[in-house]
Antibody, heavy 120, light 110 residues
Framework: QITLKESGPTLVEPTQTLTLTCTFS??????????VGWIRQPPGKALEWLAL???????RYSPSLKSRLTITKDTSKNQVVLTMTNMDPVDTATYYC????????????WGQGTLVTVSS | QSVLTQPPSVSAAPGQKVTISCSGS????????VSWYQQLPGTAPKLLIY???KRPSGIPDRFSGSKSGTSATLGITGLQTGDEADYYC???????????FGGGTKLTVL
C-alpha cells in the first residue's frame, strides 16, 4: 500500500522560510525512474507544479519559483523535503506531495495535502 | 495563466457523455504524455488517465483519454452525480523542463 503524507507548519510569517516534509511508504525512492514531486493549490485556484526529485537525485523546479525552492531526499527515512524561501501571502495554498511512477509524467499517488497560510 | 488551456466549466445531464479539452503546444502536449486528474471537493487530486489513454487499476472504463497533436481530451460517459468535480490535465514541458497543469475544468452534472 502506497501512502504519502505532508507535514510542516500551518502558519508562516511573510519573509520566513517554509519547510515541508513528505513522508512516504510502500515504495522506495531508490527504485529506478521513481520520483516525488510537490504541487500546490491556492484556495479556489488551479494546481501548480513546483518541484520534482528523481531516484538518482536529479531535480527539476518550476522556472518561476526556482530561485526560492530547494528539494532534497532522504532515502533511508523515506522522506522528501521542500523548502521555500521568502514566503509571501500569495504563497498561501494547500501543498501536496505525490509520487511519480517509474515512467511517464503523471503522479499516481498523492498525499492528503497540508494548508499553509502566510500571514503576520 | 496556465500553460495548458482547459474550459472553465462543462455540464451535462446524468447518463450523458461529456468531453473536456486540454490545449497546449509542441513543447508540451505535442511531445509528451498527458495525464488527467479528478479532484472531488475538499480532497486531493486522483489520477484518472496516464500516458494519454491508460487507466490506473480501479478507474472505470467510463473514463477515457485521447491525444491529437497539441491537444488532449478526457471523455466521461454514463455521467453520475458523483462525477461532479474539478478535472485537470497535466504533462511535461520540454522547453521549461518542468511539469505543467491546465487551469482545471469544473464538471457539473445537472
Amino acid at each position: 500500500q502506497i501512502t504519502l503524507k505532508e507535514s510542516g507548519p500551518t502558519l508562516v510569517e511573510p519573509t520566513q522560510t517554509l519547510t515541508l516534509t513528505c513522508t512516504f511508504s510502500g515504495f522506495s525512492l531508490s527504485t529506478s525512474g521513481v520520483g516525488v514531486g510537490w504541487i500546490r493549490q491556492p484556495p479556489g485556484k488551479a494546481l501548480e507544479w513546483l518541484a520534482l526529485i528523481y531516484w538518482d537525485d536529479d531535480k527539476r523546479y518550476s522556472p518561476s519559483l526556482k530561485s526560492r525552492l530547494t528539494i532534497t531526499k532522504d532515502t533511508s527515512k523515506n522522506q522528501v523535503v521542500l523548502t521555500m524561501t521568502n514566503m509571501d501571502p500569495v504563497d498561501t495554498a494547500t501543498y501536496y506531495c505525490a509520487r511519480r511512477p517509474g515512467s511517464g509524467y503523471s503522479f499516481d499517488y498523492w498525499g492528503q495535502g497540508t494548508l499553509v497560510t502566510v500571514s503576520s | 495563466q496556465s500553460v495548458l488551456t482547459q474550459p472553465p466549466s462543462v455540464s451535462a445531464a446524468p447518463g450523458q457523455k461529456v468531453t473536456i479539452s486540454c490545449s497546449g503546444s509542441s513543447s508540451n502536449i505535442g511531445n509528451s504524455y498527458v495525464s488527467w486528474y479528478q479532484q472531488l471537493p475538499g480532497t486531493a487530486p486522483k489520477l484518472l488517465i496516464y500516458d494519454n489513454n491508460k487507466r490506473p487499476s480501479g478507474i472505470p472504463d467510463r473514463f477515457s483519454g485521447s491525444k491529437s497533436g497539441t491537444s488532449a481530451t478526457l471523455g466521461i460517459t454514463g455521467l453520475q452525480t458523483g462525477d461532479e468535480a474539478d478535472y485537470y490535465c497535466g504533462t511535461w514541458d520540454n522547453s521549461l523542463s518542468t511539469g505543467v497543469f491546465g487551469g482545471g475544468t469544473k464538471l457539473t452534472v445537472l
